[in-house]
C-alpha cells in the first residue's frame, strides 16, 4: 500500500516539472524519491496543520511540489492510515540564488499560482516578512558562520510564537560519515551548475547550542536512510 502510495504522490508531485524541461523534472523525481526527508516530514506530521511557508535556498520548488501533491490525495481519501495528516499550505514562498532554477520554478507553477511564489534572493540580503514554517534543506552551511547567526536570528523574527524552523545539516563531528556526506554535497551542487563552495559546517551540539541561543526549543532526527552519511534534521520550535 505504502509504495503504491509513495509512486502516486511522486506522480503527482514531479509532474509540473515537465513544464520546467527535462532536467527540472528528472531533477525533481531524483531528489524526492531518493531523498528520505521528503517523506519522514509528511509521516511524522511535523509540519503544523495549515500554514505560510517560505524555503530559502529553495532551488526549483521540489519541495513546495511534494507539499502541494501531499494535500491534494490528503483531501481526496487516498493516504496511508498510519501517517498523519498532510499540511494544507496557505502561501509557498521561496527564495534561490541561481537565476536557472527560478527560472524552472516559474515554467512549473506559472507566473500566476495561486499559492507558489519563488524569487530570485540571497537568504542573507532579502526581506523574511512573516511565516509559520521556515525551511532550510541543505544550505545553511554554504554561509558563512557569522551569517549564519544573522539569517538565524532573522528566521526566528520572522516566526510567531508556536511557529518553526525546520533546516537539515551535516554533523561535522561525525568522521568519516560527514567526509562523503561534504563529497556527495559537493557533487549535487557541480551538477547543478554551482562552483564548488567552501562549506561552513559544526558539530551537532554546537549547531543546538546556537539555535538555543536564538531563542528555539530544537529536537534532531538522524537523517540519512540508512545511508553513511552525517545528515541530521534540526526541528526548531517557537516556545508557545
Same mark, same amino acid.
Given at each position: 500500500?505504502?509504495?503504491?502510495? $509513495?509512486?502516486?504522490?511522486? /506522480? ?9 524541461? @527535462?532536467?527540472? *523534472?528528472?531533477?525533481? !523525481? ?7 526527508? &521528503? ?35 490528503? #483531501? ?24 536557472? /532554477?527560478?527560472?524552472?520554478? =516559474?515554467?512549473? &507553477? ?27 534543506? /541543505?544550505?545553511? @552551511? ?15 523574527? =520572522? ?16 568522521? $568519516?560519515?560527514?567526509?562523503? %556526506?561534504?563529497?556527495?554535497? !559537493?557533487?549535487?551542487?557541480?551538477? !547543478?551548475?554551482?562552483? $564548488?563552495?567552501?562549506? *561552513? #559546517?559544526?558539530?551537532?551540539? /554546537?549547531?543546538?547550542? $546556537?539555535?538555543?541561543?536564538?531563542? &528555539?526549543?530544537? #529536537? ?9 552519511? =552525517?545528515?541530521?534534521?534540526?526541528? %526548531?520550535?517557537?516556545?508557545?
Amino acid at each position: 500500500m505504502t509504495s503504491r502510495f $509513495l509512486k502516486t504522490l511522486l /506522480d503527482d508531485a514531479s509532474r509540473p516539472f515537465r513544464g520546467g524541461g @527535462h532536467f527540472a *523534472y528528472h531533477y525533481s !523525481r531524483g531528489k524526492l524519491s531518493s531523498d528520505c526527508i &521528503f517523506r519522514e516530514l509528511l509521516k511524522r506530521g511535523i509540519f503544523p496543520s495549515q500554514g505560510h511557508f517560505l524555503d530559502l535556498g529553495c532551488g526549483q520548488g521540489s519541495l513546495f511540489g511534494w507539499l502541494l501533491a501531499a494535500c491534494q490525495l490528503y #483531501e481526496n481519501g487516498n493516504w496511508p492510515s498510519d501517517w498523519a495528516a498532510a499540511p494544507k499550505p496557505l502561501s509557498l514562498r521561496g527564495f534561490e540564488l541561481m537565476q536557472k /532554477d527560478v527560472d524552472r520554478a =516559474a515554467r512549473a &507553477f506559472g507566473p500566476q499560482h495561486p499559492v507558489v511564489d519563488i524569487r530570485l534572493g540571497d537568504m542573507c540580503e532579502v526581506d523574511f516578512g512573516q511565516a509559520d514554517v521556515v525551511t532550510i534543506l /541543505d544550505a545553511l @552551511h554554504y554561509i558563512d558562520h557569522a551569517r549564519q547567526q544573522d539569517v538565524i536570528r532573522r528566521i526566528r523574527a =520572522a516566526l510567531p510564537a508556536g511557529g518553526l524552523f525546520l533546516t537539515r545539516v551535516g554533523d561535522a563531528g561525525a568522521g $568519516l560519515r560527514y567526509h562523503i %556526506c561534504n563529497w556527495v554535497d !559537493r557533487t549535487v551542487t557541480f551538477v !547543478r551548475g554551482h562552483r $564548488l563552495p567552501t562549506l *561552513y #559546517e559544526r558539530k551537532l551540539g /554546537d549547531w543546538v547550542e $546556537l539555535l538555543s541561543q536564538h531563542g &528555539f526549543q530544537v #529536537e534532531t532526527l538522524p537523517m540519512s536512510d540508512g545511508k553513511p552519511f =552525517a545528515n541530521v534534521m534540526l526541528i %526548531c520550535r517557537v516556545p508557545a
